[in-house]
C-alpha cells in the first residue's frame, strides 16, 4: 500500500504532445530574493533596488533572471526528471516579462520529442517548458532534454521523434522591458563604467573572484526553488554513489557564473537567454568556483537606440584562477578545471 | 554584578497557576516563509501560493503550521525551559487561526502542574502555552512538560499537581478556516490528486525522500524562532557533552518529516492537531531524516462535506530509508533508527 | 584584454577629498530582516515587532543597527579596501534615521587623510562614509582607515594629511528617533525589567550564551551585504595564506556581540554610536564567540526625560566563556581569547 507515493515517470510514461502541470505554484516575495543575494553576493543594480529599476520603466526591482529559471526548472523535476540518470543539455532558453516579488509563477511542459535508446533499458526525452505569471504571461520558457530509465524494458519502443532545437534565441526575439531615460544610463552606482559600446567582439573578461561552495549553502538554495533532486540533499544515499558525496545542482554554478561576471560586465542588465550550456563536470561542496567570459556578439536590438545585446561564451571552473582563461582552444582538450561552458546573451545600455 | 543575567527559572519559582508572558513579540513576514522554504523544502500549494489559497477563501498564503508552532515554541524556552534537564512531552497541540506574513504573534503560557521527583533534586512542570496574533485570536495552544533543575534542594516541595492531559484533540475542536470552492478542488498543480476519500484506515505510506541536516542549517532555523536553547548553539560547551556535539532541535525533525510527507500527502493542506509525540532519540548534523506515515484514523469534520481530516502516525529514521516501516510492532523493541514518532492530524480536501 | 575588470584603488589613486560614490544602491526588505535574524537570533522587541515599535512613535519595526552598519559598510569595500592589506580602525560611527524595509540606502565616502608609510610600498587612507536614504536623510556616518598598498612604489608620497578623528561621538549629537508613550516603557514583552536607572558606572554583566559561527552563516551574512572583500569567500585562496581557511568578517562578531548582549541588557533598543573598536584577534568557522560588557557611563540625553544612553565597552571572546570577564585590567597583555574590544553607546528607556 505505498501506491500513494508517485514513483516518477518512467520514458515508457511520456508520448508525444503530452502536457505536463507542474506543482506547486509559487508566489515570490522579497524573502525568496534576500535569500538569492545571501547566497551569490549578487551586485547589479536593477534587481537590487526599486529606485534604480523604476528609472528603467520598470514598477520595482525585478528577481534576478537566474533565480526566476531556477524557480520554473524547480518545479519541472519531479514530473520530468526524477528518473533522470543524466540531464543531457537545454537549449533555447527564453526571458520574458519580468518578475517581481509577489508575482505568482506556475510551469507547464509539453513533450516534444523521444527516442529510445539502442540498449533498450533508457531513452531520451526532449520537454518545452514553460514559467508563466499570474496573468499568463511568459517569464521563460526553454528546451532540455533527459535521459529517462525504461520501467518494463520489454515495453515496444515509441517512435522515434527528435525536434528541431533552436541553435539560439536571436536577438529580434528578445525580451527588453526596460527603457533607458531621455538623458542616457547613469552607471554612477552600477560597479563600473563600461557599456555595450565598449565591448568588443573577441574581448575575454576575467571575472576575478572565487567563492568556495558551502553544503548548507547549495540546499538551501535548491530547496528555496522547491527542486526535488534527491542527489543534492541525501547524504545516505550519496555516500554509496558514484562520487561519495552530494552533488551541486548544476544551475547553482549558472548563479555563481553570473554573480562572479559582475566584475567586468557591471553594467550587463539581466540574461536574455541562453542558447545552450553545459555542465561538463560536476560540482562539490569545499569547491571554489571561478568563472571568466568572452565576448562572442555585440548585437544592436531593432529599433532600440538605447539598450543592445552582448552575446558571451562564459566558463566557470573549480580550484583554479581564470586569468588565463581555461577553455578548450585549437582542438585541444578541455581544461579539467571546468566545470561550466555557457553560451548566452545578455542586455546591456548603450551610450545615448 | 551579574544580576542583570537571569539565569532562568528553577522549579522553585514555578507556581500553579502562574503567568508567563514570553519575549520578545514577532512580526512575521515572507522573509521568515522563504527561510522555511529554503530550509525544509516545503511544497503544499496553499502555503507556496497566495492565489491558491485565495481560491480556498482564505485571504493569502498561511504560514506552515510547524512554522507557527516553532515560532511560539521558541520564545517559551526562555521562562519555561532554559534550566529543563528535558523536554518530557506536549500534548493536546491544537492550531487556530491561520498565521499570515505580517502578523504579530505572541507567546503566554500557565502553570498547570508540578511534581517535585522523588531524589529532591528536580522536578516536573506542566505548562499550557498559547500563541495570540495582534487580534488577541489564538493561532495555537498546546501543553508540554519539561523536567528542570532546582536551584536549592533544602526547599521543601510544592503540593503535587499533575493535570489532566487530553489524549487528543477531538475532531470536533479542529479549526477548519478554509473552505471549497463550489466546484470543489482542483488537484492539478498540487502534486498529487489523493483526496480525504482515497485514504484508508490502516494504510501506510513511504516519504520516500531523504534530506541530510547541515549545522549551518538546524541553527539558522533555530535562531529564526528565536529559540535560544543552548544546546543547538555552542559547540564549544557541547564538545565536552554527553554526545560531543550540537544537538538539532527536535522541532527541526517534525518540520523535516512534514515537508517529506509531500510525496504521498500532497494535498494534506495543514497540520490541525498534534495529539502527541515523541523524540525517541536525538539528531545531529551530519544525519539523513526520512519518514513514513501510517492512516490511524479518517475523520468527517461536522457540517463539512468539502475537508475532512487523517489523523496519523508519522515516524522520522535517521540513516535508514523507510520502504519497510520501521518502527515498533507486536511488542518489539522501537527501531534504534527512530528519532520522532508522532500522532498528528492534517486536514485534506474530499471530493464533492 | 581584461581592462573591464578594476584592480581597486591603489595607495597613489586616492587623494584628499576624493568623492567616492560606492554601487549598488540597495533596498532593503523584510527579507533581510529575516535573515539578519537567522544568523545571529537578535530578540530585540523594537526590531522584532512592528507593534512594539509602533507604541515607541516608528512607524515599523526599524533594521537592528549593525544590519545598517554592514549594510553601508560593504558596499565601500570595492573602492576603499579592495586592496587593503589592513582595517585598521574607525571612529565616530553615528547612526542616524532609523531604516525600516522598503528603505533604499546608498553609500559615499570622501578621502579625508592620506599617510604614506615610511617603507614606500603602503599608505594609510583615511575616510569619512555616510549611508543615507531614498530622502537623502543620514542614516550613518563613519570614518575608518586601512592600510592600502601602492601600485607603483617609485610615485611620490602625496602630502600627509592626517585627520583629527573624534574621540567619541557626544551624546548630544545622538539621534534618537523613538519616543516613549507618557505611561511609559513596558517591559513585560522585551526579556528583562532593566531600564537606564538600573546600570551604574563599573557595572559588568556577563552576557552567558556562546554561539558557534559555521562557514555556510559568516559567508551568508557578508554576501547579504554585498561586501566582497575576498577573504571571507575564497577557500582556494585562503588554504594558501596566512591562516590556511577563510576569515569571517569582523563585522559578524559585532553582531554576535549585540545579539549575545540581549542576556543583560534587553532593553537596550538601538546603538547609538560606535566611539571606537579594536578587532584583537581573527574569527573563523567553528569558533564559538561569548561576550561580556562592562558600564562605562549613564549619560542623560539633552531634553529626554524618556530614554538616556549607556556608553559600554563590549568585549568578546572565542571558546572562552566570560563569567570572569576576561579583557586586560591594570596593565596586563589583553587575553589571546579575545576577538573583540568595542566602545559604543546604547540608548534605552527610562523609567518615568
Not at 509539453?110 to 499568463?136: A, C, E, W
Not at 555585440?298 to 538605447?306: F, H, I, K, Q, T
Amino acid at each position: 500500500m505505498t501506491g500513494k507515493t508517485s514513483p516518477g515517470n518512467f520514458f515508457e510514461d511520456f508520448f508525444i504532445g503530452q502536457r505536463l502541470p507542474h506543482a506547486p505554484p509559487r508566489t515570490v516575495t522579497t524573502g525568496d530574493v534576500a535569500l538569492y543575494t545571501a547566497l551569490f553576493g549578487s551586485r547589479f543594480a536593477i534587481s537590487s533596488s526599486d529606485p534604480f529599476a523604476r528609472v528603467l520603466g520598470l514598477p520595482a526591482a525585478p528577481l534576478e533572471s537566474m533565480l526566476v529559471f531556477h524557480m520554473v526548472f524547480g518545479r519541472t523535476v519531479a514530473e520530468i526528471s526524477r528518473n533522470a540518470i543524466a540531464n543531457l543539455g537545454y537549449a533555447g532558453v527564453r526571458f520574458g516579462v519580468p518578475v517581481y516579488p509577489g508575482d505568482t509563477l506556475q510551469a507547464d511542459s509539453v513533450v516534444i520529442g523521444l527516442k529510445q535508446n539502442t540498449d533498450g533499458k533508457t531513452g531520451v526525452v526532449y520537454v518545452h517548458s514553460t514559467g508563466t505569471n499570474q496573468h499568463g504571461e511568459v517569464m521563460l520558457d526553454f528546451r532540455r532534454w533527459v535521459m529517462v530509465n525504461k520501467r518494463d524494458r520489454t515495453r515496444p519502443a515509441p517512435e522515434t521523434i527528435v525536434p528541431q532545437l533552436p541553435a539560439r534565441i536571436l536577438a529580434t526575439d528578445f525580451h527588453v522591458p526596460m527603457t533607458l531615460p531621455s538623458e542616457g544610463y547613469d552607471s554612477a552606482r552600477t560597479g563600473d563604467q563600461f557599456l555595450w559600446d565598449d565591448y568588443e567582439v573577441g574581448e575575454r573578461i576575467d571575472h576575478v573572484d572565487g567563492m568556495t561552495i558551502e553544503e548548507a549553502e547549495h540546499m538551501l538554495a535548491t530547496k528555496l526553488y522547491q527542486n526535488t533532486a534527491k542527489v543534492h540533499f541525501n547524504q545516505h544515499v550519496e555516500r554509496e554513489g558514484r562520487f561519495g558525496k552530494r552533488i551541486v545542482y548544476g544551475g547553482h554554478v549558472i548563479s555563481l557564473a553570473r554573480s562572479l561576471s559582475f566584475s567586468g560586465l557591471a553594467n550587463a542588465l539581466t540574461v536574455a537567454a541562453i542558447h545552450g550550456g553545459r555542465h561538463a563536470a560536476p560540482t562539490f561542496a569545499g569547491d571554489t568556483v571561478y568563472a571568466w567570459s568572452q565576448v562572442l556578439e555585440c548585437e544592436s536590438l531593432p529599433g532600440r537606440a538605447d539598450i543592445g545585446a552582448l552575446r558571451l561564451r562564459t566558463v566557470a571552473t573549480k580550484d583554479r584562477a581564470c586569468s588565463d582563461f581555461p577553455g578548450h582552444e585549437g582542438g585541444s582538450a578541455l581544461d579539467p578545471s571546468v566545470v561550466l561552458d555557457i553560451d548566452w546573451s545578455v542586455l546591456i545600455p548603450r551610450r545615448i
